[in-house]
C-alpha cells in the first residue's frame, strides 16, 4: 500500500552517506541526488524519482528537520548478514544504535531478525528479515 517514503534530513551530505551504506546490503541504492533531494530504489536500471521507493531531503516548509515520535520505517533484507551489514554501514555513518541484530524475543532461533538504529537526523529505522 506505501509507495514511497519522505525522510527529513538536516544534513544532506551527511545523510547520504548514512543511506548509502545502510541500503545498499539490503538491495537498493542512491537512483538520483540534486536540488536537495537523494533518491533511493531498489539496485537496477532506472535513475528517476518514479525509481525511488525513499526520498531524503529538508523539510518542503523550511523549517529543521526532527524525527518524529513514535515514527519508524522498516526495510526487508534478504538475510541476517545484510541485516547486520545495513546495521553495521549505518552506525559507522553517523548512525545511533536502538537494538543491535538479532533475534525478536532474543531467545528464539527463527522467525523475526531484525536491528534498530537512528538516522543523523534522529530518525528511527529498522531492517529486517524472517528466518524459517
Known amino acids: ?3 514511497y ?14 543511506y548509502d551504506a545502510f541500503f545498499d546490503p ?5 537512483k538520483l541526488a540534486g536540488g536537495g533531494w537523494i533518491g533511493y530504489g531498489k539496485t537496477g536500471p532506472g535513475k528517476t524519482m518514479m525509481d525511488c ?29 545484510a541485516v547486520k551489514a ?11 544504535d536502538e537494538g543491535a541484530p538479532g533475534f525478536r524475543p ?12 537512528r538516522d543523523p537526523t534522529g530518525n528511527k529505522l529498522c531492517v529486517f528479515c524472517v528466518v524459517q
Open 26 to 30: 539490503i538491495g537498493s541504492e542512491r
Open 106 to 117: 532474543p531467545d528464539a532461533k527463527s522467525g523475526f531478525y531484525a536491528a534498530y538504529l
Open 86 to 96: 545495513a546495521y553495521d554501514g549505518g552506525m559507522k555513518n553517523g548512525g545511533t
Open 53 to 81: 521507493d525513499t526520498a531524503i531531503c529538508s523539510p518542503f516548509d523550511g523549517k529543521a528537520a526532527r524525527a518524529g515520535n513514535g515514527i519508524m520505517v522498516a526495510y526487508a533484507a534478504p538475510s541476517p548478514e
Open 1 to 3: 500500500m506505501i509507495a
Open 5 to 18: 517514503v519522505t525522510i527529513g534530513a538536516i544534513d544532506g551530505d551527511k545523510s547520504g552517506d548514512f
